[in-house]
């Protein structure tokens, strides 16, 4: 068993993606899954990337690849009421629970919630709707304001994304296996599962000669 933290952000087409496959693939009975919401917006500003959403040209055929991705691996896609949309109270709701089976319960069906069927998340009072929908909603969650106000959510979400950064996220959905390497997109399922069976096959020198290539402009 190898621990797979899961770094995303609820706003991304391809993190939605990249729960479902987790759910569809039963990543979770095999290995321990850590889900880690992060601010994508700053790991983009902090890295110099304007990300897909930021060059027109690039949003269109962003989101149609996620949508063929997602037709292809049987997965419903409809998108949010709107997007961009206020997701820092729901990033922060999920990093302030802090028992990690009950997170990737609720952050699983928050997610498919906002993707699947077009729910809106915005706000506290969509967020409570919602988890009462699902059946899923506890007395402790009754404020989400509050319970987030206790349990410092605005600080977590952002030490989240500032640890992030420190191990070389620059982007979302990315997978953290066993604290020691990332493999960054919702399409990275199979070289993710070929690495934790067989990590020494892909310890090699051409990335290291690669990376020290020095330029020839």
Not at 53 to 80: F, H, N, S, T, Y
Not at 173 to 198: A, H, Q
Request: with cysteine; aromatic share 10%.
């Amino acid at each position: 068993m190898s621990k797979i933290e899961v770094f995303y952000d609820i706003i991304s087409p391809y993190s939605f993606l990249a729960l479902e496959l987790i759910e569809k693939q039963g990543l979770k009975a095999k290995h321990e899954i850590i889900l880690t919401p992060v601010v994508l917006g700053s790991l983009l500003q902090s890295t110099g990337n304007p990300g897909p959403a930021g060059i027109e040209i690039k949003r269109g055929e962003a989101l149609r690849d996620c949508c063929m991705q997602a037709q292809l691996q049987g997965v419903k896609l409809m998108g949010p009421p709107s997007h961009p949309f206020n997701n820092l109270t729901l990033l922060r709701f999920i990093n302030c629970i802090e028992d990690l089976d009950e997170r990737y319960k609720v952050a699983i069906a928050l997610n498919r919630a906002c993707w699947s069927e077009s729910k809106d998340l915005s706000t506290d009072e969509h967020i409570q709707s919602v988890l009462k929908d699902l059946g899923m909603m506890k007395a402790e969650w009754e404020d989400i304001y509050l319970f987030i106000k206790e349990n410092k959510g605005r600080q977590v979400l952002k030490q989240a994304t500032a640890r992030a950064l420190e191990l070389k996220v620059f982007g979302v959905p990315t997978f953290r296996i066993d604290d020691e390497i990332n493999f960054w997109g919702s399409d990275r399922f199979d070289l993710i599962n070929d690495y934790i069976e067989k990590p020494e096959y892909y310890r090699f020198d051409a990335y290291k000669r690669m990376l020290n290539i020095e330029s020839g402009m």
